[in-house]
């Protein structure tokens, strides 16, 4: 199985950590390394924008007045 055939089914600290990786081996990485973290960066990006975008809403605090 292809690592991009997991990246859906990462967790978001997975994720995290596998773009801090992918970023780090392309600029640094063997030209291997550096085309795969070139191929997968969009998608694991992709993953994590999708996540945000389907994420309910957090509500707005509401700040009550103190009595007193």
């Not at 859906?8 to 995290?16: E, G, K």
């Amino acid at each position: 199985m292809d690592i991009a055939e997991k990246v859906p089914s990462l967790t978001d600290q997975q994720l995290a950590v596998m773009r801090a990786n992918a970023e780090r081996l392309g600029e640094v990485g063997t030209r291997k390394q550096q085309g795969e973290a070139a191929r997968l960066l969009p998608l694991i990006q992709a993953e994590i924008d999708g996540r945000k975008a389907r994420a309910p809403a957090k509500p707005k605090a509401v700040r009550r007045p103190r009595k007193g």
